[in-house]
C-alpha cells in the first residue's frame, strides 16, 4: 500500500494454525492443530478504523445467530495483541474453560477477566493529587520481571520466627503506551472474604490489571517486559523534563498504612537493579495513590470472585449470572499498535493537508496521533477479527448432542433432510427425495439439500446412524406410508414425531429447519 486511495483494506486469511499447547483436551477445544478465520483490517483514520470494526461486529453478530444457539458478545481483554478495544463471542457451555458474566437487566456482557464488581476507578494520571519530584540514587531501578503477569512477591523476616520469609506485600508492574510511566500496584497476597453466617474464606490474591487500567486509561496490558522498556525510555528522554518517564505507585486500601508510609518513604530500595551500570537521573516524577480521586474511596485492585446474584456494575440495577463457557470468536480494535512500531503509513489525503496546514483542531479524530505521522503521510488504523472455525464446530456439536448423538443446527449440517425408506418402498423413496430436492428445477428457492439411504441395511440400523450423524430432520417411509400413505417426520432437536400427507411434506419440512 502506498497512498490512502487504496484503503479501507480487509485481508481475509483461512488456514491451520499450530501451537505447542501443553494441555490438548476436549478433541476440537483445546488442539495443537486448529482452522482459524482471520479478518485484518487497515484504514486512515480511527473513525473509519471504528466504523470498520462496528460493522463486523454486525458481521458476525448475524454469522453466530444462524445456528439458532445461544451466544454472547462480551467486553473482553485485548491482551497481549494489545489495542484499545476488544470483544468475544461466547457461547455456552460445560466444558468450556472460560467464564462469562451476565446482567439480567441491562444485558450487559463480560468475560470475567474484565468483569468488575463495586467500586470503579476513573482517574489518570494527571488527576493524581500525591506527585512529587522525588530523589533517585544512581544504584537503583527496578526488579526483574520472572512472573509472566509481572507479578512478585516481596517477603520480609518476621521478628522472632525461624524458616523461611513470608511475603508481607505483592507487587504488578505495568507500562503505559508512550513507554514513559511506570506503574506499579501493590497488594496482599492473600485475601479473606467474610460468609454471613458461616466460616470466612481466603484465596489467592491477584491484581485485576483492568481496575489499574481504568485509572490510567493509557496502561498497556500487553507489554511483557515493561520494566526494560521503561528503562529505555529513561535514557531516551535524559535531560528532557517535557518528556520526563515518571513513575506511579498505586495501593490496595488492604495494605495497612504503616507499610504505605515506609515504601513511599523508601521507595528507591523496593527498586532493586540487577544492572549496576545503569544510571539514573537525580530526580523523577513520582507519584501514589491510595484512594479514588473521585470518589475519595479507598482503591480495590485485586481480583473479585463474582457470583451469581452480584449486583451489576453498569446499570446497578439487575443481579449477575455467571456462565461457564467456550470462545468461538474474538474482535480486537488495534489502532496503531503495529502499524506505528512498524512504520506502515500511506501517503495522506492532500485535502486534508490543505485544510488544516499546521496543527489539526482537537475536534478531528485522531488528531494527536496525526501530529506524530511523519510529514505528509498517514499511520494505518489496524484491527484484526477471527473466528476460530475447529472450536466453532466442536461447540456446536457439544451444545446440541444428546444421548442418540450428534444434533447439527441445518446451516452445518452435512445435509439437511434424510429420508429413509424400509424395505420394499425402495423406489417411493426415490420419488421423495426427487420431489424434496426438486429434481426438475420448477422451485429452487424452496430445493432442500436431502440426502437418501438407500443402503441393504435393516431399518433400525439406518435410524441409528441417522441419528448418530445428527440430520435435522428424517423423514421415513415405513409403517404409516404403507397403512395410510402418510410420511412421519422426526426431528429430534425440536421433540417433533409427525406423520404428514405428501402433497404438505416440503413446506412442513421446511418449516422445521427454519427453527434449527
Known amino acids: 500500500m502506498k497512498s490512502y ?42 473513525e473509519e478504523a471504528l466504523e470498520t470494526y462496528a460493522t463486523v461486529q454486525h458481521a458476525y453478530a448475524a454469522f453466530f445467530a444462524e445456528f439458532n444457539i445461544a451466544n454472547f458478545m462480551t467486553d473482553a481483554s485485548s491482551g497481549e495483541m494489545g489495542g484499545d478495544l476488544s470483544h468475544e463471542v461466547h457461547m455456552p457451555s460445560e466444558k468450556g474453560e472460560d467464564r462469562i458474566v451476565m446482567c439480567d437487566s441491562c444485558k450487559w456482557a463480560a468475560n470475567e477477566e474484565v468483569a468488575q464488581r463495586g467500586l470503579t476507578i476513573a482517574q489518570k494520571w494527571s ?25 512478585e512477591e516481596s517477603p520480609v523476616e518476621p521478628d522472632g520466627m525461624k524458616g523461611p520469609p513470608v511475603p508481607t506485600y505483592r507487587s504488578w508492574t505495568g507500562l503505559t503506551s508512550d513507554r514513559r510511566t511506570l506503574v506499579q500496584a501493590f497488594y496482599p497476597p492473600y485475601v479473606t472474604q467474610a460468609n454471613p453466617g458461616g466460616k470466612d474464606t481466603s484465596w489467592e490474591a491477584h491484581v485485576d490489571p483492568h481496575v489499574l487500567q481504568s485509572l490510567l486509561d493509557d496502561l498497556d496490558l500487553g507489554i511483557v517486559n515493561p520494566m526494560q ?33 515506609n515504601l513511599r518513604g523508601t521507595y528507591p530500595t523496593v527498586l532493586q537493579d540487577s544492572d549496576p551500570s545503569f544510571e539514573f537521573p537525580a530526580t523523577l516524577p513520582f507519584g501514589s495513590v491510595t484512594h479514588d480521586p473521585r470518589t475519595n ?8 470472585k463474582i457470583e451469581n446474584g452480584d449486583k ?15 470462545e468461538i470468536g474474538h474482535t480486537f480494535y488495534l489502532g496503531t499498535r503495529y502499524s506505528r512500531p512498524l512504520e506502515a503509513t500511506v501517503a495522506s489525503d492532500p485535502t486534508f ?10 475536534f478531528i479524530e485522531n488528531s494527536a496521533e496525526r501530529l506524530s505521522d511523519p510529514p ?33 443446527p441445518r446451516v452445518v449440517a452435512p445435509f439437511e433432510v434424510i429420508v429413509i425408506p424400509s424395505e420394499g418402498l425402495e423406489q417411493v423413496g426415490e420419488h421423495v427425495y426427487d420431489m424434496l430436492v426438486d ?8 430445493q432442500l439439500d436431502t440426502i437418501l439411504d438407500d443402503r441393504e441395511k435393516e431399518l433400525a440400523w439406518k435410524f441409528n446412524d441417522a441419528d448418530l450423524i445428527g440430520y435435522p430432520v428424517i423423514v421415513v417411509l415405513g409403517r404409516a406410508w404403507k397403512k395410510v400413505g402418510k410420511c412421519e417426520v422426526q426431528c429430534r432437536q425440536l421433540g417433533v414425531k409427525e406423520e404428514v400427507e405428501l402433497w404438505d411434506l416440503r413446506r412442513f419440512v421446511g418449516g422445521l429447519l427454519e427453527r434449527v
Not at 451489576?312 to 467456550?326: A, H
Not at 505528509?376 to 444428546?402: E, F, N, P, W, Y
Open 5 to 46: 486511495k487504496e484503503l479501507p483494506l480487509r485481508l481475509y486469511q483461512i488456514t491451520r494454525k499450530y501451537r505447542d499447547e501443553p494441555r490438548p483436551r476436549q478433541g476440537l477445544f483445546r488442539t495443537r492443530e486448529f482452522l482459524m478465520k482471520d479478518l485484518y483490517t487497515f484504514d486512515t483514520t480511527k
Open 127 to 151: 488527576q493524581v493529587s500525591h506527585e512529587v519530584n522525588a530523589s533517585v540514587t544512581s544504584d537503583t531501578s527496578a526488579p526483574s520481571q520472572k512472573h509472566p503477569r509481572n507479578e
Open 229 to 261: 522498556l521503561w528503562k529505555e525510555s529513561v535514557a531516551k528522554y535524559r535531560g528532557d523534563p517535557q518528556n520526563s518517564p515518571r513513575i506511579l505507585w498505586i495501593f490496595d486500601h488492604r495494605l495497612p498504612q504503616d507499610l504505605i508510609d
Open 297 to 304: 474511596e479507598p482503591l480495590d485492585i485485586i481480583k473479585v
Open 312 to 326: 451489576c456494575p453498569k446499570c446497578e440495577r439487575g443481579s449477575l449470572q455467571v456462565l461457564k463457557s467456550v
Open 353 to 362: 493537508a490543505a485544510l488544516f496546514p499546521s496543527t489539526p483542531p482537537a
Open 376 to 408: 505528509g503521510r498517514t499511520t494505518l488504523q489496524m484491527g484484526c477479527h477471527g473466528i476460530g472455525v475447529s472450536r466453532l464446530i466442536a461447540a456446536l456439536a457439544d451444545a446440541k448432542a444428546d444421548a442418540k448423538g450428534l444434533n447439527w
Open 439 to 446: 429434481a426438475a428445477g420448477k422451485d429452487k428457492a424452496h
